[in-house]
C-alpha cells in the first residue's frame, strides 16, 4: 500500500470514512538490528570477524539515532538493534582479550 491516505467508498446508509495513516520510519532501527545481528554471526569466524569491527559499531549508532527519534513504531527494533550491536562490540572486545591473553602466556621470560 503506497498511498498513506484510504478513502471508503459510501454503502447504502454507511458514511464516507477517511483514514490517514502515519508513514512508519523505521529504516534505521531495522538497519541497527540487521547490522547487529550480522556483527554477532561474523564476530565468532576467525579473520572474517574483522567484518564485525565495523558492523557492530555502525549497528550502535544507527540504533542510538533512531531511538533518540520521537516515539513510533521502530523504538523497540531501535533497542534490539542496540542490544545486539552491543553483543557483537562485546565479542570483538573478548576476542582482544584473548588474544592478549594467549599471547602473554606465550612469551619466555
Do not use: E
Not at 27 to 44: K, M, Q, R, Y
Not at 50 to 60: E, R, T, V
Amino acid at each position: 500500500m503506497t498511498d498513506p491516505d484510504i478513502t471508503v467508498a459510501p454503502h447504502a446508509g454507511a458514511t464516507n470514512v477517511h483514514v490517514h495513516v502515519a508513514p512508519q520510519d523505521t529504516g534505521l532501527a531495522v538497519a541497527s538490528l540487521v547490522l547487529g545481528v550480522f556483527a554477532i554471526c561474523t564476530v565468532w569466524i576467525p579473520f572474517i570477524g574483522l567484518i564485525a569491527w565495523i558492523l557492530a559499531p555502525l549497528g550502535l549508532i544507527l540504533g542510538l539515532v533512531a531511538l533518540k527519534r520521537p516515539a513510533g513504531p521502530g523504538r523497540g527494533v531501535a533497542i534490539a538493534g542496540i542490544v545486539c550491536s552491543a553483543i557483537g562490540l562485546l565479542g570483538c572486545i573478548g576476542w582482544i582479550v584473548l588474544i592478549g591473553a594467549v599471547a602473554t602466556v606465550g612469551v619466555a621470560p
